[in-house]
């Protein structure tokens, strides 16, 4: 009983400090940073997977009533500062621990991920319009990154065999036979895409004074650096 008055007790403490703080966005986020870095007795992950399904949920309740806050921004805020609170208390009793954890309130990791996510969505956009217009109309978004795109790397990418272009070389009258063809059908591909190749000014990159990218840069959507 003394127990459970006490973690009544916590449970009153963190819902008073989060509606104390009104940010239920930045609430939602301090968490998703903060609660990978706690550890805490779990050795079935019941609780692990209970406290990240509650943050799934909260994440989706908050992406949907973005968009719904056109409308009707006051009750959308009253829904989620009432709502909020709870994911934060069910958070602290699902993995709560008894030493002080040392917590990170910098969003730095995550305005990092939201600007990535706004420059990877302007690249698609600008994908887009350099497409056809008979191809165009039959792209979105969601299947140019998931199948477009990759299909559009697989045909420009080198090849083997008698018909691939993998050998560097200064003038186009090098190519033998095979590889002009070749050649003549990666261009094709480009024209088609509403691709092209530039200089490489990335510095960071070895070799970049004489290497040539694609532009718009699609092949960054395609690349996972640790």
Excluded: M
Aim: hydrophobic fraction near 35%; charged fraction near 25%.
């Amino acid at each position: 009983k003394k127990e459970g008055k006490g973690s009544s007790r916590d449970v009153e403490r963190v819902l008073s400090s989060v509606e104390a703080f009104n940010d239920p966005s930045k609430t939602l986020d301090s968490l998703f940073t903060n609660i990978l870095g706690l550890s805490y007795v779990d050795p079935t992950l019941d609780r692990c997977f209970t406290a990240h399904e509650w943050l799934s949920s909260a994440d989706v309740y908050r992406s949907h009533n973005n968009a719904a806050a056109s409308h009707d921004f006051g009750q959308v805020e009253s829904i989620r500062s009432r709502y909020t609170p709870l994911v934060a208390g069910a958070i602290h009793l699902l993995c709560r621990v008894e030493t002080k954890p040392t917590l990170v309130f910098t969003l730095k990791d995550l305005s990092n991920c939201r600007y990535q996510s706004e420059a990877n969505s302007t690249l698609v956009s600008k994908f887009l319009e350099g497409l056809s217009p008979k191809v165009r109309c039959n792209a979105c978004w969601k299947n140019s990154v998931n199948d477009l795109i990759p299909y559009f790397l697989w045909l420009l990418s080198p090849g083997k065999g008698e018909f691939s272009l993998n050998r560097p070389v200064s003038s186009i009258e090098l190519l033998n036979k095979n590889e002009k063809v070749a050649f003549q059908r990666h261009v094709a591909t480009l024209l088609s895409f509403g691709l092209t190749y530039v200089k490489n000014d990335d510095v960071s990159v070895k070799g970049s004074s004489s290497s040539l990218r694609l532009e718009p840069a699609i092949d960054r959507l395609l690349k996972f650096d640790n």
